[in-house]
Protein backbone atom coordinates (compact mmCIF):
# COMPACT_ATOMS: atom_id res chain seq x y z
CA UNK A 1 0.00 0.00 0.00
CA UNK A 2 0.45 3.41 -0.66
CA UNK A 3 4.66 4.95 -1.90
CA UNK A 4 7.17 2.48 -0.29
CA UNK A 5 10.11 2.12 -2.27
CA UNK A 6 13.24 0.08 -2.00
CA UNK A 7 17.21 1.49 -2.02
CA UNK A 8 20.07 -0.52 -1.94
CA UNK A 9 23.64 0.67 0.28
CA UNK A 10 25.62 -2.34 -1.77
CA UNK A 11 24.44 -4.62 1.38
CA UNK A 12 21.22 -4.73 0.39
CA UNK A 13 17.70 -3.11 2.26
CA UNK A 14 14.72 -3.88 3.17
CA UNK A 15 11.53 -1.17 1.44
CA UNK A 16 11.68 2.24 3.46
CA UNK A 17 8.00 3.04 4.27
CA UNK A 18 7.02 6.50 3.35
CA UNK A 19 3.96 8.64 4.68
CA UNK A 20 1.64 6.53 2.15
CA UNK A 21 2.18 3.82 4.34
CA UNK A 22 0.63 5.34 7.18
CA UNK A 23 -2.93 4.37 8.46
CA UNK A 24 -5.53 6.82 6.09
CA UNK A 25 -6.69 8.21 9.55
CA UNK A 26 -3.02 9.54 10.60
CA UNK A 27 -3.11 10.77 6.60
CA UNK A 28 -6.62 12.63 6.89
CA UNK A 29 -5.22 14.21 10.23
CA UNK A 30 -1.79 15.26 8.23
CA UNK A 31 -3.85 16.66 5.82
CA UNK A 32 -6.49 18.21 7.88
CA UNK A 33 -3.72 20.80 9.00
CA UNK A 34 -2.71 22.05 5.26
CA UNK A 35 -4.39 24.62 3.07
CA UNK A 36 -7.38 23.25 0.24
CA UNK A 37 -4.02 23.39 -2.98
CA UNK A 38 -1.86 20.97 -0.71
CA UNK A 39 -3.89 18.64 -0.21
CA UNK A 40 -5.58 18.33 -3.52
CA UNK A 41 -2.03 18.55 -4.73
CA UNK A 42 -1.11 15.50 -2.00
CA UNK A 43 -4.53 13.61 -3.46
CA UNK A 44 -2.92 13.29 -6.59
CA UNK A 45 0.34 11.86 -5.70
CA UNK A 46 -1.07 8.05 -4.90
CA UNK A 47 -4.06 6.19 -3.75
CA UNK A 48 -3.80 6.44 0.56
CA UNK A 49 -3.60 10.17 0.37
CA UNK A 50 -7.11 10.22 -2.77
CA UNK A 51 -8.63 8.28 -0.04
CA UNK A 52 -7.62 9.82 2.78
CA UNK A 53 -8.75 12.91 1.21
CA UNK A 54 -11.81 12.48 1.24
CA UNK A 55 -12.78 12.20 4.88
CA UNK A 56 -15.63 15.18 6.15
CA UNK A 57 -13.48 16.50 9.20
CA UNK A 58 -10.86 17.87 6.73
CA UNK A 59 -13.21 19.78 4.98
CA UNK A 60 -15.77 21.46 7.09
CA UNK A 61 -13.80 23.36 9.06
CA UNK A 62 -12.75 25.19 5.46
CA UNK A 63 -16.24 25.63 4.50
CA UNK A 64 -18.29 28.89 5.51
CA UNK A 65 -20.19 28.62 8.67
CA UNK A 66 -23.64 28.95 6.66
CA UNK A 67 -22.47 26.52 3.45
CA UNK A 68 -25.38 24.26 3.98
CA UNK A 69 -27.75 27.13 2.87
CA UNK A 70 -25.23 28.29 0.40
CA UNK A 71 -24.91 24.42 -0.99
CA UNK A 72 -29.02 24.63 -1.23
CA UNK A 73 -29.02 28.00 -2.84
CA UNK A 74 -25.92 27.55 -5.22
CA UNK A 75 -25.68 23.66 -6.05
CA UNK A 76 -29.55 23.04 -5.64
CA UNK A 77 -29.06 20.26 -2.65
CA UNK A 78 -32.42 21.54 -1.68
CA UNK A 79 -33.90 18.86 1.15
CA UNK A 80 -30.39 16.98 0.94
CA UNK A 81 -29.61 14.99 4.41
CA UNK A 82 -26.82 16.08 6.35
CA UNK A 83 -25.14 12.40 5.65
CA UNK A 84 -25.41 12.91 2.08
CA UNK A 85 -23.30 16.07 1.95
CA UNK A 86 -20.21 14.96 1.33
CA UNK A 87 -18.07 17.98 2.27
CA UNK A 88 -15.42 17.70 0.06
CA UNK A 89 -17.47 17.89 -2.71
CA UNK A 90 -19.68 20.85 -1.56
CA UNK A 91 -16.47 22.67 -0.84
CA UNK A 92 -15.28 21.93 -4.50
CA UNK A 93 -18.99 22.74 -6.03
CA UNK A 94 -18.65 26.40 -4.18
CA UNK A 95 -15.08 26.68 -5.15
CA UNK A 96 -16.90 26.64 -8.98
CA UNK A 97 -18.01 29.97 -9.60
CA UNK A 98 -21.86 30.12 -9.93
CA UNK A 99 -24.58 32.52 -11.54
CA UNK A 100 -27.67 34.20 -10.60
CA UNK A 101 -30.33 36.82 -10.95
CA UNK A 102 -30.18 35.88 -14.58
CA UNK A 103 -26.35 35.60 -14.96
CA UNK A 104 -26.02 39.33 -13.88
CA UNK A 105 -24.56 38.08 -10.79
CA UNK A 106 -21.54 35.36 -9.93
CA UNK A 107 -20.62 33.87 -6.68
CA UNK A 108 -17.51 31.66 -5.34
CA UNK A 109 -15.52 30.49 -2.76
CA UNK A 110 -11.83 31.48 -3.05
CA UNK A 111 -10.00 28.42 -2.71
CA UNK A 112 -6.36 29.92 -2.73
CA UNK A 113 -7.68 32.83 0.22
CA UNK A 114 -10.71 31.47 1.81
CA UNK A 115 -14.22 33.51 1.63
CA UNK A 116 -16.87 34.07 -0.44
CA UNK A 117 -16.57 36.60 -3.56
CA UNK A 118 -19.13 37.94 -5.50
CA UNK A 119 -19.09 39.73 -8.71
CA UNK A 120 -22.20 42.14 -10.07
CA UNK A 121 -21.86 42.36 -14.03
CA UNK A 122 -23.08 45.99 -15.02
CA UNK A 123 -25.55 44.38 -16.80
CA UNK A 124 -27.60 44.22 -13.68
CA UNK A 125 -27.11 47.70 -12.72
CA UNK A 126 -29.64 50.59 -13.48
CA UNK A 127 -26.83 52.95 -15.47
CA UNK A 128 -28.06 56.20 -17.44
CA UNK A 129 -28.24 56.23 -20.67
CA UNK A 130 -27.31 52.93 -21.51
CA UNK A 131 -29.74 52.29 -23.99
CA UNK A 132 -28.36 55.59 -26.12
CA UNK A 133 -24.96 54.95 -28.24
CA UNK A 134 -24.27 58.44 -28.17
CA UNK A 135 -23.17 57.74 -24.85
CA UNK A 136 -22.85 54.26 -23.67
CA UNK A 137 -22.05 50.89 -26.54
CA UNK A 138 -21.43 47.80 -25.51
CA UNK A 139 -18.05 45.52 -26.10
CA UNK A 140 -17.78 42.25 -25.99
CA UNK A 141 -14.18 41.18 -24.34
CA UNK A 142 -12.15 38.22 -23.05
CA UNK A 143 -11.30 40.94 -20.01
CA UNK A 144 -14.13 39.98 -18.38
CA UNK A 145 -15.37 37.32 -17.03
CA UNK A 146 -19.14 38.43 -18.16
CA UNK A 147 -17.40 38.77 -22.05
CA UNK A 148 -18.69 42.23 -22.28
CA UNK A 149 -18.23 45.45 -20.69
CA UNK A 150 -19.74 49.15 -20.59
CA UNK A 151 -17.91 51.49 -22.65
CA UNK A 152 -18.59 55.59 -21.40
CA UNK A 153 -17.96 57.34 -24.72
CA UNK A 154 -18.89 60.94 -23.86
CA UNK A 155 -21.49 61.85 -20.96
CA UNK A 156 -22.62 65.47 -19.02
CA UNK A 157 -24.25 63.19 -16.24
CA UNK A 158 -22.58 59.97 -14.88
CA UNK A 159 -24.72 57.76 -12.77
CA UNK A 160 -25.09 53.75 -12.42
CA UNK A 161 -26.89 52.12 -9.20
CA UNK A 162 -27.32 48.75 -8.34
CA UNK A 163 -27.83 45.93 -5.36
CA UNK A 164 -27.99 42.73 -4.31
CA UNK A 165 -29.36 40.33 -2.04
CA UNK A 166 -26.86 37.67 -0.24
CA UNK A 167 -26.24 35.40 2.77
CA UNK A 168 -22.63 36.34 3.25
CA UNK A 169 -20.99 34.24 5.84
CA UNK A 170 -19.83 36.20 9.06
CA UNK A 171 -17.43 38.88 8.61
CA UNK A 172 -15.71 41.93 7.34
CA UNK A 173 -15.66 42.67 3.58
CA UNK A 174 -15.28 45.29 0.61
CA UNK A 175 -16.63 46.82 -2.01
CA UNK A 176 -15.04 47.56 -5.24
CA UNK A 177 -15.84 49.10 -8.47
CA UNK A 178 -13.88 47.36 -11.38
CA UNK A 179 -12.92 50.09 -14.00
CA UNK A 180 -10.50 51.15 -16.93
CA UNK A 181 -9.86 54.75 -18.51
CA UNK A 182 -9.59 53.49 -22.25
CA UNK A 183 -11.31 51.54 -24.24
CA UNK A 184 -10.47 47.95 -24.08
CA UNK A 185 -9.57 45.60 -27.04
CA UNK A 186 -12.05 42.26 -27.85
CA UNK A 187 -9.02 39.88 -26.62
CA UNK A 188 -7.07 39.22 -23.71
CA UNK A 189 -4.70 41.90 -24.55
CA UNK A 190 -4.94 44.12 -21.80
CA UNK A 191 -3.77 47.27 -24.11
CA UNK A 192 -6.10 49.74 -25.17
CA UNK A 193 -7.31 50.17 -28.60
CA UNK A 194 -8.34 53.46 -28.06
CA UNK A 195 -6.96 57.31 -28.33
CA UNK A 196 -5.80 58.90 -25.32
CA UNK A 197 -8.09 62.13 -26.32
CA UNK A 198 -11.14 59.96 -26.16
CA UNK A 199 -10.35 59.80 -22.03
CA UNK A 200 -11.97 63.33 -20.73
CA UNK A 201 -13.02 64.88 -17.96
CA UNK A 202 -11.71 62.42 -14.87
CA UNK A 203 -9.12 64.65 -13.50
CA UNK A 204 -11.40 67.79 -12.90
CA UNK A 205 -13.50 66.46 -10.22
CA UNK A 206 -13.72 62.83 -8.28
CA UNK A 207 -15.96 60.27 -8.81
CA UNK A 208 -18.07 59.53 -6.02
CA UNK A 209 -18.72 55.79 -5.01
CA UNK A 210 -21.22 54.60 -2.12
CA UNK A 211 -22.87 52.21 -0.78
CA UNK A 212 -25.60 50.81 1.55
CA UNK A 213 -26.08 48.21 4.14
CA UNK A 214 -29.50 46.45 5.27
CA UNK A 215 -27.69 46.49 8.47
CA UNK A 216 -27.32 50.16 8.60
CA UNK A 217 -23.83 50.80 7.62
CA UNK A 218 -23.23 53.68 4.93
CA UNK A 219 -19.79 54.20 2.91
CA UNK A 220 -19.04 57.10 0.75
CA UNK A 221 -15.56 57.41 -0.80
CA UNK A 222 -14.23 59.68 -4.01
CA UNK A 223 -11.32 58.82 -6.38
CA UNK A 224 -10.33 60.70 -9.06
CA UNK A 225 -9.85 58.70 -11.78
CA UNK A 226 -6.32 59.09 -13.65
CA UNK A 227 -4.33 55.81 -14.44
CA UNK A 228 -5.12 54.54 -18.20
CA UNK A 229 -4.52 51.34 -20.21
CA UNK A 230 -5.49 49.48 -17.02
CA UNK A 231 -8.09 47.87 -15.40
CA UNK A 232 -8.50 49.08 -11.96
CA UNK A 233 -10.40 47.78 -8.67
CA UNK A 234 -11.53 51.36 -6.58
CA UNK A 235 -12.27 50.33 -2.97
CA UNK A 236 -15.54 52.09 -1.81
CA UNK A 237 -15.48 50.72 1.83
CA UNK A 238 -15.92 47.74 4.43
CA UNK A 239 -18.88 46.69 5.72
CA UNK A 240 -19.75 43.44 8.10
CA UNK A 241 -21.68 39.97 8.79
CA UNK A 242 -22.26 39.25 11.70
CA UNK A 243 -25.47 36.85 10.87
CA UNK A 244 -24.49 34.48 8.14
CA UNK A 245 -28.26 33.14 8.08
CA UNK A 246 -30.13 36.59 7.22
CA UNK A 247 -29.74 37.63 3.71
CA UNK A 248 -27.93 41.26 3.48
CA UNK A 249 -29.39 43.41 0.69
CA UNK A 250 -27.11 45.81 -0.53
CA UNK A 251 -27.38 48.96 -2.47
CA UNK A 252 -24.65 50.81 -4.12
CA UNK A 253 -23.48 54.00 -6.87
CA UNK A 254 -21.21 55.32 -8.64
CA UNK A 255 -21.89 58.80 -9.60
CA UNK A 256 -19.98 62.28 -11.14
CA UNK A 257 -22.98 64.77 -11.80
CA UNK A 258 -21.00 67.73 -12.34
CA UNK A 259 -23.13 69.09 -15.64
CA UNK A 260 -20.10 71.68 -16.07
CA UNK A 261 -17.70 69.40 -18.09
CA UNK A 262 -18.29 66.42 -20.38
CA UNK A 263 -16.20 62.93 -19.60
CA UNK A 264 -15.56 60.01 -21.53
CA UNK A 265 -13.58 57.38 -21.98
CA UNK A 266 -14.27 54.74 -19.39
CA UNK A 267 -15.69 51.19 -19.33
CA UNK A 268 -17.33 49.73 -16.62
CA UNK A 269 -17.39 46.28 -15.70
CA UNK A 270 -18.62 44.94 -12.12
CA UNK A 271 -18.75 45.46 -8.80
CA UNK A 272 -16.51 43.03 -6.90
CA UNK A 273 -17.11 42.07 -3.05
CA UNK A 274 -14.08 39.96 -1.00
CA UNK A 275 -13.34 39.01 2.27
CA UNK A 276 -10.62 41.84 3.49
CA UNK A 277 -7.27 40.21 4.16
CA UNK A 278 -8.25 38.21 1.33
CA UNK A 279 -7.16 40.34 -2.22
CA UNK A 280 -5.00 41.68 -4.24
CA UNK A 281 -6.67 45.21 -4.59
CA UNK A 282 -4.65 45.96 -8.03
CA UNK A 283 -5.32 43.68 -11.15
Known amino acids: MGSSFSTSNGEGSGPVTGLGDLPENCLATILANLDPPDICNLARTNKAFHQASTADFIWEPKLPENYRTLAEKLMFYEGCSEACLVKKEVYAGLCSPVRFSSGTKQVWLDKERGGICMLVSWKGMKITGIDDRRYWTHIPTLQSRFHAIAYLQQ ?123 KLEIGR
Open 155 to 277: IWWLEVEGDLEFSFPAGSYSLFFRLRLGRPSEGQDRKSSSTTQQVHGWNIKPVRFQFSVSNGEHVTSEHFLTKQDKWLRYRVGEFVIEDSYKPTKIKFSMTQIDCTHQKGGLALDSVFICRNN
